[in-house]
């Protein structure tokens, strides 16, 4: 057990949150100069049978996993088996029709492949099969010109690059991230796609007074109204073992600043996922090669990037992925200090608490 003053008052912070209601269950780890310096939890995991949050506890994480996916994406590129400017048809024909020919791995990266839409006629069982759904992916047309207009792909993004990944290496991507970033790390608590053995220890998501979708739209959806509401997918047996890039990650807070902590300078106990170098590029604020008016701004390849909105923190040096519902991951390079947070119970921004906890860290030092 951790015993310094910034981890109880830490601890103070999440059990005060749960008392007073804003949080059913919660996680925060950070690590600091390589060192696990604060792992708290609090609350329970699980309403109906009681059983309370700690460190090993499993969260579904949402869009958290995207930052996970980006780092695999760079691994490769950094032993050169793909370039960011390889056309993704290159290596996948299939998806190189209806306009896609040309579409980079930058792209998909940055958020600008134009095809941020789901496939129509599918559901859940669709969804779940890897081949299934990338095939339908495949098969997309972009809504814009790739490359001129960068807009957030909640689902696709993580079967383009995921997919594009096992072609260049050959493993899937499940077991890219066991091999990669889970078993080098010692990041027992990482899964894109459980194994039965953990269904119980993974929380179940609430969101009281979640709107019901409509399920009549018929016009393109980055995340159809069959998936709503949203925070239920989770709670699914069928989604929380399936390998979803983009958003199936089911971690614990922990697990998830152990990756970010790994990629600071220095690593964890001399082991970097990622050169600096790697890191500077994979960090560069992007824009579309032909802006066709505004765009999403503060985003990496892959990543997000620091601002004035952000957790995580004001300048673009900070980097890592939000999740729906409030999860969390980034590291904040000049600091050498990296974030993980998760919590169970879905409700409004300020009901989080995750700015209480990083208030603790808003010094000229940190964030």
């Not at 689902?155 to 970033?181: C, H, K, N, P």
């Not at 503060?298 to 673009?316: A, D, I, K, P």
């Amino acid at each position: 057990m951790i015993e310094t003053t910034m981890q109880k008052r830490i601890q103070a912070i999440l059990d005060r949150s749960v008392s007073e209601g804003k949080e059913r269950g919660v996680q925060f780890a950070a690590y600091l100069d390589g060192k696990l310096a604060v792992d708290a939890s609090s609350g329970i995991a699980n309403p109906a049978d009681g059983s309370k949050v700690d460190g090993s506890t499993l969260f579904p994480v949402f869009s958290t996993t995207k930052g996970i996916a980006a780092t695999v994406v760079h691994l490769l590129v950094e032993r050169r088996l793909i370039s960011y400017d390889t056309p993704i048809a290159d290596l996948w024909p299939e998806f190189g029709v209806r306009g896609k020919q040309l579409i980079t791995l930058r792209q998909a990266l940055n958020h600008s492949a134009g095809i941020p839409q789901m496939p129509g006629e599918i559901g859940f069982a669709e969804m779940c099969d890897w081949d299934t759904i990338c095939k339908a992916v495949a098969g997309l047309p972009p809504l814009w010109e790739p490359g001129t207009r960068i807009e957030y792909h909640a689902m696709t993004y993580g079967w383009i690059v995921g997919e594009v990944a096992r072609r260049v290496d050959g493993r899937s991507f499940a077991q890219l991230v066991d091999d990669e970033i889970k078993r080098p790390l010692g990041a027992e608590d990482l899964y894109v796609g459980i194994p039965d053995a953990v269904e119980d220890r993974v929380a179940i998501l609430e969101h009281p007074g979640c709107p019901i979708p409509d399920p009549h739209v018929t016009t393109p959806e980055s995340v159809p109204s069959w998936m709503g509401p949203l925070y239920g997918i989770m709670n699914r047996p069928d989604v929380r073992r399936a390998c979803i890039p983009a958003s199936s990650g089911i971690a614990s807070a922990r697990s998830i600043a152990l990756h970010y902590a790994a990629l600071l300078p220095g690593g964890i106990d001399g082991l970097s996922l990622l050169p600096p170098d790697r890191i500077r590029i994979a960090t560069q604020p992007q824009a579309p090669e032909k802006p066709a008016g505004d765009f999403e701004k503060n985003r990496g390849l892959g990543y997000g990037l620091g601002s004035e909105e952000s957790f995580m923190g004001c300048r673009t040096i900070g980097f890592g992925h939000g999740g729906f519902g409030g999860s969390l991951g980034f590291a904040y390079p000049e600091a050498r200090l990296a974030i993980g947070f998760t919590r169970n119970l879905f409700a409004n921004a300020d009901a989080n608490t995750l700015p209480l906890v990083l208030n603790e860290f808003r010094t000229d030092k940190y964030v």
